[in-house]
């Protein structure tokens, strides 16, 4: 309940605002709200470009991580099948 409260109190402080104000004053709010809402909009899709790279880097890391022990356990397979072959000979 709580956050609802405090999702809608700017929404009614701003309706509360705008019809107490002169036009040019309801403009510049209205202008403030769009560049205030450009904002958040701007820093969630810096966020977004944030989490995604973060995610890919990740991939890549785990990636070369599981290419790496694959190499190693086909390196191993071939020097256990070498020291077999010269150990039969």
């Not at 705008?18 to 820093?43: H, K, R």
């Not at 599981?66 to 190693?72: E, K, L, P, S």
Request: charged share 25%.
């Amino acid at each position: 309940m709580r956050k609802s409260i405090l999702a809608w109190t700017p929404a009614l402080a701003f309706g509360l605002a705008l019809g107490a104000c002169s036009p040019s004053a309801q403009d510049n709010l209205t202008s403030a709200v769009d560049q205030t809402g450009d904002s958040l909009e701007n820093a969630a899709d810096k966020t977004g470009d944030m989490i995604e790279n973060g995610a890919d880097r990740a991939g890549r890391a785990i990636e070369n991580t599981a290419d790496d022990v694959g190499d190693t356990v086909a390196q191993g397979a071939r020097d256990t099948g070498n020291a077999i072959d010269n150990t039969t000979r």
